[in-house]
């Protein structure tokens, strides 16, 4: 009140540097040619809104939803929204990686791996918790394809020791890998597959 009183109408501007940029939103609506989110600006009684474009980023980190392909709302289904359509998420993400044919039948969490991984720096990195499924089922040919034409894989982890979500009825891995345009970088990396014989909190070493 008192600062108000002494300016007038006008209050001193948010240090906008610091200000969030934090989008709630669909993740399938986020596009590198659109703004990633809208912050305030100017003084009061001037207030303007800014857009926030999202420039290549160094890390990707994520946790996206297991869902299984079943339950994912299909192109003309009563009540689906187009940006929430298997067939919507999987052109999104073909035309960002052209050669990439995902699977009709992959879980939701495989649409979220390209999608991720295009707003990516050249030598980005990639880290994902998610269902260890596409290791070993059909649909996940595809992603894994994907992953060794443009990644360097560097280590996928699982525990033995303790489910990382108590509440989930799923196998999960951690995904750690590189952006790489080099290919014969790619094909001379070494994946490292990692097994936790013991719970996470109690290993601060890592060892497996």
């Known amino acids: 009140m008192w600062l108000r009183q002494f300016l007038g109408p ?5 240090d906008e540097e610091n200000y969030p940029r934090i989008a ?17 600006g100017g003084l009061s009684g001037e207030r303007t809104k ?6 290549a980023i160094d890390a990707v980190v994520g946790n996206p939803p297991y869902v299984r392909q ?9 009540g689906a ?7 919507y998420m999987r052109e999104l993400c073909e035309r960002a990686w052209p050669g990439l044919k995902l699977s009709g039948r992959s879980d939701l969490h495989c649409y979220f791996w390209p999608h991720a991984a295009s707003f990516l720096s050249d030598e980005g990195w990639f880290g ?4 260890s499924s596409w290791l070993d089922v ?16 560097h280590a996928i982890l699982e525990s033995t020791a303790e489910p990382w979500f108590e509440d989930a009825r799923i196998k999960t891995c951690a995904v750690i890998m590189q952006r790489c345009k080099d290919e014969a970088k790619r094909m001379s990396n070494a994946v490292k597959f990692v097994r936790l014989t013991v719970p996470a909190a109690r290993n601060p070493w890592g060892a497996a």
Do not use: H, M
């Open 10 to 14: 006008r209050v001193l501007p948010p």
């Open 128 to 131: 994902f918790l998610v269902s």
């Open 138 to 153: 059909e649909y996940g040919f595809a992603l894994q394809e994907w992953a060794l034409r443009n990644f360097c894989i």
């Open 81 to 87: 929204k187009e940006t929430q359509t298997k067939e």
């Open 50 to 55: 800014e857009p926030i474009e999202l420039p």
């Open 24 to 40: 709630r939103k669909n993740f399938f609506e986020i596009k590198k040619d659109k703004p990633f989110c809208v912050l305030p």
């Open 70 to 78: 079943e339950s994912i709302p299909r192109r003309g289904q009563k």
